[in-house]
């Protein structure tokens, strides 16, 4: 695989809704960086699976990945409950992280040429997608926390979802991710721990931007 030259590329791993998304986007747009949500491709995967089961096949996957346009994840139906569970069952399958992992490695190595360079987040980002990424971080907070922003996200969509609901199902995913044969996530040495838990978006934003800041310039 070709790769981009001198490109700034951000790795982050995180569990469920502990806030990298939304720091994700924020600093990519401030460094002017390619964003990928790397669970979204999971995600849209398990929607493939509901809405075809009888054509659910490595051939048809390939195909649908090869395919993919991007604009197609930023569809509300795969922020649900039920596609994010499928979406952490599926992910545990080897020939489909085989497929997904080349599909986004590729991204975050030869971003579109606008960009400076990539910031991808989800589970195996630091250590098996971008292991030689620039900066590293792994961005968590307790599990209550999590739940109960995943709860009001899911409300603002009008999801019929009730918190106990959404914090057993963040530990259940919890749980699967971290415990899995391959690529469980994990946090790497080289990876810098920022808590979310009593942060604002804001406080987090320049807690990350001061490191990145340093390192840039360093
Ligand atoms: O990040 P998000 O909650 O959207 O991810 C959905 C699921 O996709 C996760 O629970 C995880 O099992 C899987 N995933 C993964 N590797 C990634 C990103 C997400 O296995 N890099």
New binding site residues.
């Given amino acids: 695989m070709k790769k981009r030259k001198n490109i700034l590329k951000i790795a982050i791993?995180s569990p469920?809704?502990a806030g990298?998304?939304t720091l994700a986007k924020t600093i990519s747009t401030h460094y002017n960086l390619f964003y990928l949500?790397?669970?979204?491709?999971?995600?849209y995967i398990a929607y493939l699976k509901f809405k075809y089961p009888k054509k659910f096949k490595k051939k048809f996957l390939e195909f649908k990945i090869r395919t993919l346009n991007l604009k197609k994840l930023s569809n509300n139906k795969l922020l649900s409950d039920e596609i994010?569970t499928e979406?952490?069952i599926i992910?545990?399958i080897k020939a489909i992280?085989k497929l997904v992992c080349a599909m986004?490695t590729n991204l975050a190595y030869n971003p579109p040429n606008k960009y400076r360079g990539s910031c991808l987040?989800?589970?195996?980002?630091t250590y098996k997608?971008v292991p030689d990424a620039d900066i590293k971080f792994y961005i968590t907070a307790n599990v209550k926390t999590r739940a109960l922003r995943r709860f009001k996200e899911l409300k603002n969509l009008k999801k019929n979802i009730s918190f106990k609901e959404v914090l057993k199902s963040i530990k259940k995913?919890d749980k699967?991710?971290l415990s899995r044969k391959y690529?469980p996530l994990i946090k790497t040495k080289d990876s810098i721990l920022i808590n979310t838990t009593n942060l604002t978006k804001r406080s987090c934003f320049l807690k990350i931007k001061k490191i990145m800041d340093k390192k840039i310039i360093a």
């Fill in positions: 791993d469920a809704a990298a998304g949500d790397t669970g979204k491709i999971y995600r994010g979406a952490s992910s545990k992280r986004q987040d989800g589970r195996d980002i997608i995913r699967s991710d690529s």
